[in-house]
């Protein structure tokens, strides 16, 4: 089945935001982790940004997980 681009990074987002709570970690902390401001954080996991791939991959790093693990729930 094809995924829209907008969709597969919609359910990215959605893990990233997940595996955050999960750690126990604000937006202040995980931004803080990656190297951005907190608002930048907050607005991707609100929808208002679109991150990019770089982003993405900044804040798995920071979440100590891998994109591509992500990734492949997007395929399930």
């Known amino acids: 089945m094809k995924q829209h681009p907008e ?3 919609e359910i990215v987002v959605r893990e990233l935001t997940k595996l955050r709570k ?3 970690l604000s937006h202040e902390k995980l ?18 940004r679109s ?7 900044k804040i798995a790093n920071g979440l100590e997980v891998k ?3 992500l990734l492949r729930k997007v395929e399930e």
């Open 31 to 48: 931004a803080q982790k990656v190297g951005v401001h907190r608002s930048a954080i907050s607005l991707i996991e609100n929808g208002k």
């Open 7 to 9: 969709k597969t990074l």
């Open 51 to 57: 991150p990019t791939l770089v982003m993405c991959l």
């Open 22 to 24: 999960e750690k126990g």
């Open 67 to 69: 994109l591509s693990s």
